[in-house]
């Protein structure tokens, strides 16, 4: 399996623009996580979607962040419109969700600069 | 709101001597999964446990989960160099089924060969 799968994998954006992050989550999982990696604030849940539903998306910062996932093989987390402190690492993640306790895969992240 | 935290938040050590992290909830957790992260890389997976005092080993890692469920530790025993990167815990969000994770607040480790 090729693992979890983020694109693009660096990102250098101008404040304003809009940006958009793709995941694609490994084969058969029914979870799919976003986070985002700061030095200041850790790793932090942005939101999460089971079976393609959002199920939880408090950690979404406001509301210039907005978050899909249209089939169980693909989701979009988009910034419209990005500032500098989006500038981040944003992680993807996904799990079985079969099992009462499952670990995550993460996928390489994709490394935001905004100007 | 729930809060996992670890410390030390930084760790330096000479190759060989042995490194300690600890992670404590504000919250029982009914388990704790650990990961690492290199530098530059993706946290992955290592480990979770489940039961009250348990204590499980990967070669030169040892975890333990606390009596209370709601601390833990990983020791790593004569540490290398492929040891460096950052540790987290992470346990179930309070109020949230097992899959939402809150993660801890790591412990980046360096090694001075």
Not at chain 1, 11 to 24: A, I, N, S
Not at chain 1, 31 to 55: A, C, D, H, K, S
């Amino acid at each position: 399996d090729a693992g979890v799968i983020q694109s693009p994998r660096h990102e250098v954006t101008e404040m304003g623009q809009e940006v958009t992050l793709r995941c694609k989550p490994i084969s058969g999982h029914d979870y799919l996580f976003w986070y985002r990696q700061t030095m200041m604030r850790g790793l932090e849940l942005l939101i999460y979607f089971n079976n393609n539903v959002p199920i939880d998306d408090s950690g979404m910062p406001e509301d210039r962040f907005s978050a899909k996932m249209p089939n169980a093989s693909f989701s979009t987390l988009k910034i419209q419109p990005s500032e500098p402190r989006d500038s981040a690492v944003y992680f993807c993640a996904s799990s079985l969700g079969r099992r009462e306790i499952d670990e995550q895969y993460f996928g390489p992240g994709t490394r935001l600069t905004v100007t | 709101g729930q809060q996992v935290m670890q410390i030390p938040q930084y760790q330096h050590v000479q190759e060989g001597e042995d490194f300690t992290t600890y992670c404590n909830s504000s919250t029982t957790l009914s388990n704790i999964q650990w990961y690492k992260q290199r530098p530059g890389g993706h946290p992955v997976f290592l480990i979770q446990l489940v039961k009250s005092g348990e204590v499980k080993k990967q070669k030169r890692l040892t975890f333990q989960f606390g009596e209370a469920k709601k601390n833990s530790s990983l020791h790593i025993t004569a540490t290398q160099t492929t040891d460096v990167g950052t540790y987290f815990c992470a346990g179930p969000a309070f109020n949230f089924g097992n899959e939402k994770l809150t993660f801890g607040t790591g412990t980046r480790l360096t090694i001075i060969p």
